[in-house]
Every structure is written in C-alpha cells, then in structure tokens.
C-alpha cells in the first residue's frame, strides 16, 4: 500500500474514533440567540456545567467571548464558516489547562490586543491528549500554543496571525496532518525545545513573513509530503535536532530552502526534496550525520547543496543551473559523495589537509554526464580531456590542457599541489570558480578562457610563484582573477571583462608583476589591489561601475589607461609608491584619489575630463605631484583637502577645469610651484583655510574667477605668481589672520589686481597691479594691520590703491602708483594709516584721495602731475601730511583740498613742497616765510611750506612705455608658455 493511501486510512480512523466519542457522550447545545432548544446562550456557562466527557455544540453564530476550559470536553461547531468564537482584541480566545479536549468545526478570531504586536493566543493549550480538526485560528497573537502531549493537528488552517500560525513547547508524539498555516507574520510552524515524536505529514507552510518551519532541539521529527514555499525566511530551519525530511518541496523562499544547524551527532535524513528557487541555498547543513539523498536542487540564487561538518553522505541528487556552486564542502571531512548529477554546476571544494584528503568523490558523479576525478597524491600525469571536473590533492607534475568542448564545461581545483600546468583550455566555465589553486606553488595558467562562472574566473589562495598569462576571464558572477596571499605572482596580458564584481582583485599578495592586462566593463573596479611592492603598468581599466584601478600598498604604477570609469579612475591608499605616466579620464569622479596616502612620487599623469577632479588628495602628506595635466575637469583640476600637508603640487598643467585649477582646502605647509593654472571657470588656484602654504612661480591667467582666491588663512607666502587677464581678481585674499604675504603680477584683469577683504596682519609687495578694470589694489571692510610695500599699479581704471570701509594700522609705503583713471590712492573710512614714500603720478583724478578717515599720516610721498588734487581730504580729520612734494598737480591751481581744518599739514617744523607756491623765504631756512592755502570750506593751510623738494625715497620713476608694454610682454611671455606646456 502506498504512503498516501495508508495516510489517508489513518485520518479516516481518527474521525471515526471522534465520531463514536462523541455519539456516546452527554450533549450541551449553544446558541448565541438564544434558541428555545438551546441549553446555554454563551460558551463559558456551557463549559462550567460540563462534566467530563461532555460534547458542547455550538450552533451557527459569533460568540464574542474569552473562555477558560478546565475540564475534558468536546467543542463541536457547525463548520468553521458558521461557527465563529470572537475574542475582540482582549487576550487569549480559549484557554485550556485539562487534558482530552477535542475542538471541532470552529473558527476562532482576534485574540491580539490593539496596537501591542503578538499579544493573546487563539488557543492556548497545555493539556494532553488535545485534538482540534477542521477548524481556522485566523488574526491571533499566536494562533495554536501548545506546550501538551499526544496531541493532534488535522485538518486544520492557521492564517494571518501575528506571530506562528503554531506553536510547540515541550510537546511530545505530536500529529500533524493535513493542515495549513499560511500568512504568518512569523513563522508557519515553530517548534521549541523538548518537543519529541512529531509526526508532520501533507501540510502547507507557505507564504509566512518568517520561515515555513523553525524547529529547535527537536528529536524524531518527521516531515513528509509537506509544502514549505514563498515564505520570508527558510523553507524549515532546525538547530539541534534530529530530523527526517522525505517527499517535501522547498521553493521561492527569501533565504534558504533547508537549513540544518546540528553541532551534534544528531542523525539527519533529507530525501526526496525539491529545493528550488530559493534566495540563497536549496539544502544548508552545518552538522555531521546527515544523508542527503535522491533530492532535486535547481535554480537557487546561491548554490544548490551548501554543507560544513562531517560524516555526510551526499548520492544520487540532482543539482543544477544554481546561481552559486552546485555542492559545497566548507572545511567537510570524512564525507562520501557519490553518484550526484550536476548540470551547469560543479563541486566546490575548500578547507585544510585534514579535511580534503579524508573526503571521497568517485567518478559515479558527473558534470554535464562527464566523470568528476579526484587525484590524491600523484604525479606526472597528463589529465585526459573527456572528464568534467579535475580535483587535485597533494599532487605534483600534472598537466591539464586541452579542454574545448563547447557544450560540456569544466572546471580545476589544486590543493597542496606543485608544477601543475593548466593550459590551452577553452571550457573552464561553470557554477563555481572556472580554475582555483589553493595552498601550492609553482602552478601556470596559461591561454585558458574561465567564463561564466558562478564565482571567480581564477581563484588562487595561499599560493605562490604561480604564472598566470593570457588568459580570458569574463561573465563571471564575482571577479575575473582573484588572488588571496599569492606572492611572487605574474599577472600578464590577461582579459577581465564584464566580471559583476573585479576585473582582477589581488589581497596580500606581494612582489606581484601586474603587466598588459585589459580589466574593462567590470560592475566594480577593474583591478583592486591590497597589496606592496607590485609593479602594475601598462594595463587598460576602462568602463567599470566604479573605480578603475584601486592599489592599497607601495607599488611602482606605470603606463596604465584608466578612463570612463563610473567613479575614479585610480584610487590609492599607499606609501613610497610611483605613479607615472598613466591617464585616468572621463571618469564619473575624479582621475585619481589619493586618500591617507604619503611620500608618493606622482609624475607626467594626465587626468582630464573628469566629473569631479583631476587628482583629489585627501588626509595625505609629504605627496611629490609634478608635471600632472589635469585639465577640462568638471570641478577641479587638483583639490588638496582635510589636513593634507607638505605636499609638492609643482609644473602641473591645471586648465579648463569647471572650477578651479588647483583648491587647498584645510591644508597645511603645501608648496605650489610654477604651475600652469589658467583658463578655469572659477578661480586658477583657491586656496581655503589653510596654513603655512607656499604659492611660488605660478601662472594664474585669463580664469573666469580670480587667479589665485585666498581665504580664510594664515601664514602663507605667495610669491611671483603671474595672474592677469582674470575675469575677477588677480589675487583675492579674505579673512586671512596671521602673517600671510602677497608678491606677484596681477595686471589685466576684469576686477582689482589685488583685492584683500577682512584681512588681519597681511602684506603686499612687490606686485605689478597694471591696466586692471577696477583698482591695483583694494583693501577693503574691516581690514587691519595691511602693508602695502613696493607695488607698481599703472593705468587701473580706477584707482592704483583703493582702502574702503574700515581698513585701519594700515602701511603704503614706496609704491609706484601711475596713470590709473581715478586717483593714485583712494581712501574710505580708514583710520591710522600711513603712507609714505610712495610715487603718485599722472592719475587722472586726485593723487591721494581721502574721505571720512581720521588718525592717519601722509608723509614723504612723491605727488605729481594728477588732473585734480594732489591731496584732496575729505571730511576727514586728525591727519598729519608733511614732507610731500606736489607737484604740478590740479592744472597748476591750489594742488590740496580739505573740507575742514581738522587735519595738520605739517610736523610742527616742516609742511610739504608746493610747485606753486609763489611766497618768499628772506631767512633762507629752506620754509616759505607764508602759508600755502589750502583749497576747501575749512581755511586749512601749510603753515611751513618748503622751497625745495624733499629727497622722500619715493620709487624711481618707470620708464613711459612701463604702463603699457609692461602687461602685453607678460601676455606674450605666459602666452607662449601657455601654449608650449598645455596638454590636453
């Protein structure tokens, strides 16, 4: 007789046995309505006048009731879709503590108590000899808790409860028959603890949030012809148990289908199964003692069969086109694998000597109906070509070529092996790793292609002075070529493509040769390498999701082509490494990345046309960056940021970028020098909260921002920098505090020369300010304690020197201030200024212009030919000019205004020299015997004027031709440069 039929037998005899019970006992009836022939309206009064024994049969209705059943009865509905027991949210619906009650027919609802997730249970049972069938636990808390012994489930639903549909504790030589628990919030069935004999047959667990079945330390349970589908987590999951599953199916749940957890010698039976379509595993055993057989596992999203532990026997199964490997070893030993079928899958071997060797896989398994062999310590043999899997233990001389089946692919696994030569092989490809060394040496691989396989094309563990050449590695499911501690390695001329996670991934494998390689189209990067003292160059990693080349430890990087990558071309994390001569373009991020990398050498790169940077230099120092071409980025040409320091950023070509050429930004003692920094749409060099940079000999010119933009900094020196023809500024600096220094050519520009804002202990000198649009130089708003020494500001359209809105302590000393549209120095509500000994000449307004400024000093200035006055005051007070030489100023009419008498115009011995005073000197003490009248309301004079120019130590005059040719040699000379040194 057939299982089915004997199964069905039994449910027959069981009714049976109900039915005559019943037939024999005392009868209460129930009616919610009240029913004249009813002895009770509720179900509570029914039970308390019951004795044991007693069948109470409720009539159709919903009995909106909790009830607590202390004797042995029967509940007998009229059809779990007329007889409805109702709890309404407040605690457990039926409570019951006595042995031998049977509930019947019924359907019981709602148990859990709103807004407080898994509380009351439909029934809660801790009686013996219970027994409920043909009834529906629906929107409990739990539906069935039991925690009784020879109990019985049949016939039965279990739907949408908040927690298990079933719940077993210490339960002992229970039944389960033909019963649904399906939509559970957790799992379908869980089973605790202390629950032994269970006996679970034709069942569904399907479609629960949680897992279809969990089960701890369980002994003697069967499951038979059971569904476990499309639930959350696993089909069943049992920890510590011993089990027999037969006959079940396992499919579509979101992790695996069977999982096994046994740390013991618990005997585990799996036959039969179907375990297909699964997120993860279609079997999972952590244990020993298991058979697994005659089972069907396809189409996983991992492997079909994944096991660790011991003493398995694994036969007669069928594996097949699972994402992972067909069966897994994990470190297993003393396991028997025999006779298994694998299509489009292999055996994925792993773990130490004591494990593999004591391992037997016979040649009864096949891959795609050819013989999988397992060599253990042999040698010299030549492995024919009609087998579908090669497994090597211990083995020394093999050669392995010649592969080329198109429809039956292979697969190789070397273990503790020697002089192994795996070559011209054109079919490594499959559910695992198309080739994988593991704890040898010496091994080649060579002109093999490894495509399509669940895990790596070439895998090499723990193994060295191995030779890995011309090989093709693609559609991999994880990376082309993976190495894991293989040092002394070759990697040459080998094509990774389209691989979903590397082209080529080397981790702690050292003095590494990584040469001519093609790793493009990879869903990650195209090499990533953990490892020091490798040479990579020449290689192409080109198209990847991420990054193209990322290296982790010091290397010599040369000749390699990384462009349009999703993210960075190159990303390093290194010491004492050399980066030369490589391309990293178009990338989604920047050309190269270098994060916590320090005294690198990185010469002659070009990283252009990037979304972000050309190079970005990150928490990095003491970083030698010469003769780079980062030009056309979409942000920066070179940002150096968050606490980079002492880095050398020195003849690098930074143009056409987006934004800026070169950005410091909280960097500290960075040295930029003679780098080309022009043509950017924002600024040719910025540098932004930092300290201690030196700017030297760079060429910031026709930039959309400034030339070179400072802010928020302290102590840096920019020297000789050449910024002209800028949209903005030559040099702007603001908010700087302590020490900085300003020297350069700043001619040209559509802005001020130099322009400084917020500036605190800031010196400017020995600028060219030329044929700028607005000023020479401006110091504006709230700067302090400025020196401004030794400047050339020639033809400005508005003035050579402007100070606006409350500079103060403020120095213009020795300034060749000439031809510029407004006047020669402007001043705005300043206070302790001092100017002195500059030359002040031919501006087309005033020669010093003063307004609303106090407590400063004019002294010593060479003041001449301006079209209106030399000094004009205005509304200003508490200033002291003396010692000036004003000459032919304001059309040779009175060369001074105030507009009041506020200020001195003399040191209480000597006033200025007049080029128009007309009055005497009888005693010849060099000081005209009257006043010189000062133009304005206030009746201000020069009490001392002096007959003869002062010797002031004003600049000496610059030739004529200096306001013009001086800006147009500079354009020709950075022009020329420009074009000669710009890459592209």
């Given at each position: ?25 005392d009868t209460i009836i129930v009616d919610d309505d009240g029913g004249s022939w009813a002895d009770y309206d509720n179900i509570q009064d029914a039970v308390n006048n ?253 492997h079909g069969i994944d096991l660790q532990g011991s003493n398995y026997s694994v036969y007669d199964n069928s594996i097949g086109s699972n994402l992972g490997d067909g ?658």
């Open positions: 007789m057939g299982r089915t039929a004997a199964l069905g037998l039994m449910m027959v005899f069981v009714v049976m046995v109900l039915i005559g019970c019943t037939a024999e006992a019951s004795t044991n024994g007693t069948v109470v049969r409720l009539f159709n209705g919903t009995y909106k009731e909790l009830i607590d059943v202390n004797v042995s009865i029967s509940l007998v509905g009229n059809g779990s879709g007329n007889t409805v027991i109702n709890g309404e949210y407040r605690d457990d619906v039926i409570d019951i503590a006595s042995d031998n009650v049977t509930i019947d027919k019924i359907m019981i609802i709602n148990s859990r108590r709103p807004f407080i997730y898994g509380t009351g249970r439909g029934l809660d049972v801790s009686g013996s000899n219970f027994i409920i069938t043909d009834s529906v636990l629906y929107n409990n808390g739990f539906g069935l808790y039991l925690a009784g012994e020879n109990c019985s489930i049949i016939n039965s639903s279990f739907v949408d409860n908040d927690r298990s549909g079933i719940y077993l504790s210490g339960c002992f030589n229970t039944t389960i028959l033909n019963t649904t628990s399906i939509g559970n919030h957790e799992s379908g069935l869980a089973i605790r603890s202390g629950c032994n004999w269970l006996n679970i047959s034709m069942c569904n667990f399907s479609s629960n949030n949680g897992g279809g079945v969990n089960g701890s330390g369980v002994q003697n349970l069967t499951l038979d012809m059971s569904n476990c589908s499309d639930n959350g987590y696993e089909g069943i999951d049992l920890e510590g148990c011993e089990a027999d599953l037969k006959n079940n199916t396992f499919n579509s749940n979101q992790e695996n289908g069977i999982y096994i957890y046994n740390r013991g010698d618990s005997l585990t039976i799996l036959a039969n199964n179907t375990c297909k379509f699964n997120s993860k595993d279609g079997i999972s055993s952590v244990s020993s003692l298991s058979h697994i057989f005659n089972n069907t596992c396809w189409e996983n999203e991992q069966l897994v070893l994990e470190y297993c030993k003393w396991s028997n694998i025999s006779g298994n079928v694998f299509i489009d899958d292999v055996i994925w071997l792993n773990g130490w000597t004591s494990s593999i060797e004591t391992n037997t896989i016979d040649e009864w398994n096949t891959v795609q109906n050819r013989p999988v062999v397992f060599y253990k310590n042999e040698s010299d043999i030549t492995v024919p070509t009609d087998v579908g899997q090669v497994l090597l233990y211990n083995c020394t001389r093999f050669v392995i070529v010649g592969f080329h089946s198109v429809d039956a692919p292979s697969s190789v696994s070397v273990f503790y092996s020697d002089d192994i030569t795996i070559m011209n092989n054109t079919r490594f490809s499959n559910g695992s790793t198309g080739i994988y060394v593991r704890l040898s040496s010496n091994v080649t691989v060579y002109n093999n292609s490894c495509n399509n396989n669940s895990r790596d094309g070439i895998h090499v563990w723990h193994s060295e002075n191995l030779s890995l050449r011309r090989n093709i590695c693609e559609n991999n499911t994880e990376n082309g070529i993976h190495i894991y501690y293989g040092d002394d390695t070759e990697v040459i001329d080998n094509d990774c493509y389209f691989n979903q996670v590397n082209g080529l991934y080397l981790r702690n494998a050292d003095r590494c040769i990584i040469d001519s390689n093609r790793c493009n189209f990879n869903s990650e990067m195209g090499m990533y390498i953990d490892d020091h003292d490798m040479t990579i160059a020449n290689n192409t990693c080109s198209f990847n999701i991420e990054t193209g080349l990322r290296f982790e430890g010091r290397s010599m990087i040369e000749n390699n082509t990384c462009n349009s990558n999703g993210e960075n071309g190159f990303i390093g994390n290194f010491d004492d490494s050399e980066i030369y001569n490589n391309i990293g373009n178009s990338n989604g991020e920047n050309g190269l990345y270098l994060a916590g990398a320090d005294s690198n050498e990185i010469d002659d790169n070009r990283f252009n046309n990037n979304s972000l940077n050309g190079i970005h230099i990150y928490v990095s120092e003491e970083n030698q960056i010469i003769n780079n071409t980062c030009n056309s980025n979409i942000v920066n040409g070179i940002l150096n940021t968050e606490d980079s320091e002492s880095n050398l950023i020195q003849e690098c070509k930074l143009s056409y970028n987006e934004l800026n050429g070169l950005l410091i930004e909280k960097g500290r003692r960075n040295h930029i020098k003679m780098n080309i920094c022009s043509k950017n749409s924002g600024s040719g060099i910025v540098i932004d909260n930092s300290e201690g940079n030196e700017v030297w000999d760079n060429i910031c010119n026709s930039n959309i921002g400034n030339g070179i933009y400072v802010k928020k900094e302290r102590k840096n020196r920019l020297k000789n920098n050449t910024c002209n023809f800028n949209q903005e500024a030559g040099i702007s600096v603001s908010q700087t505090t302590s020490g900085s220094i300003i020297e350069g050519n700043c001619s040209g520009n559509r802005y001020n020369g130099i322009r400084a804002v917020s500036a605190v202990n800031l010196v400017i000198k020995n600028n060219t300010c030329n044929d700028n649009k607005k000023d020479g130089i401006q110091a504006f708003h709230l700067c302090d304690n400025v020196n401004v020494l030794r400047n050339i500001c020639i033809g400005n359209h508005w003035n050579g020197i402007r100070l606006d809105w409350g500079p103060e302590d403020m120095e213009i000393r020795w300034n060749y201030l000439r031809s510029n549209k407004m006047h020669g120095i402007s001043q705005y509500m300043t206070e302790e200024i001092v100017t002195e000994h500059n030359t002040v000449l031919e501006n087309s307004m005033s020669g010093i212009y003063i307004l609303k400024s106090t407590k400063g000093e004019i002294s010593y200035n060479e003041i001449e030919g301006n079209e209106e006055y030399g000094i004009f005051l205005n509304q200003s007070d508490n200033l002291t000019i003396h010692n000036n030489n004003l000459e032919d100023n304001n059309g040779g009419a009175v060369q001074a205004n105030s507009t009041n008498d506020e200020n001195t115009w003399h040191n209480g011995t000597h006033g200025n020299y007049w080029s128009d005073y007309s009055g005497s000197d009888d005693n010849d003490d060099g000081i005209g015997d009257t006043p010189y009248l000062i133009d304005g309301v206030g009746n201000a004079t020069d009490p001392y004027p002096l007959m003869d120019p002062v010797d002031n130590g004003a600049p000496e005059t610059v030739p004529e031709f200096g306001k013009i040719l001086i800006p147009i040699s500079c354009f020709i000379i950075v022009y020329a440069v420009f074009r000669k040194r710009l890459i592209v």
